[in-house]
């Protein structure tokens, strides 16, 4: 009976350390929270230039695998393990620049982008400077 109880209690202290009751995932949030203040804190120059940091970071990711590209650059001749590395690693970076870009921005950094498109789209101009009629 008392060795009943022993092997009780050492199975709970087992079960309790296996529980993750120690990793406070609360702690976890309000990091994700700051991070997501901190980079809303930079400017609107600092966010396009993050966002468009992730343009070269997509086509570098994918040199390795465009044809043409060989006889320019020649670390092309890669492994399939290297051309994967080579991808995941730039591929990540962009995503990270895209991503941190569009929270740099916010919303409202996201609208001004994006009505600077549709202005520059719409207005065409002729030789004189004057709105054309298109």
Request: hydrophobic share 45%; charged share 20%.
């Amino acid at each position: 009976m008392v060795a009943d109880n022993k092997a009780k209690m050492i199975m709970s202290g087992i079960a309790r350390r296996v529980n993750c009751r120690h990793v406070n995932f609360k702690k976890i949030i309000p990091l994700k929270e700051k991070i997501k203040h901190w980079l809303s804190k930079l400017s609107f120059r600092t966010g396009v230039i993050v966002l468009a940091l992730c343009v070269p970071c997509y086509l570098i990711s994918f040199f390795p695998v465009i044809p043409w590209v060989k006889d320019l650059w020649p670390l092309t001749v890669m492994s399939a393990y290297g051309k994967w590395l080579w991808w995941v690693v730039w591929f990540g970076l962009a995503k990270t620049f895209q991503y941190g870009g569009i929270t740099i921005l916010g919303v409202e950094g996201f609208k001004r982008v994006k009505s600077f498109f549709k202005r520059k789209k719409n207005t065409t101009e002729d030789c004189s400077g004057q709105p054309g009629t298109e």
